[in-house]
């Protein structure tokens, strides 16, 4: 796997692309978010009669979803690593 920060030649990392990978992700749970949110609104709670959804809601809902899939890949990478080695 390819590393996501930039490494200058001193071995330092560039700040730059740590603000703007964390700019990405925060614009990506945000649109996510606003999707769920969209979305539940209009079929579920229209079609089906279901309780609301909160914007919060769907914050925490997106970041539970990110965290469970780095999670399972992190666990995969380890298990492909210690196979290896």
């Not at 560039?14 to 999707?35: I, M, N, P, W, Y």
């Not at 959804?53 to 990110?66: C, E, K, N, V």
Request: with cysteine; net charge neutral; proline share 1%.
């Amino acid at each position: 796997m390819s590393h996501t920060l930039k490494i200058l030649n001193d071995g330092s990392e560039d700040q730059h692309s740590k603000g703007r990978l964390l700019a990405k992700f925060a614009l990506a749970v945000l649109l996510t978010s606003l999707a769920i949110t969209w979305s539940w609104s209009t079929i579920a709670a229209e079609l089906f009669h279901a309780p609301g959804l909160g914007f919060t809601d769907a914050i925490a809902g997106t970041l539970s979803l990110t965290g469970l899939f780095y999670g399972c890949g992190l666990g995969f990478r380890l298990g492909r690593d210690r196979e290896h080695s």
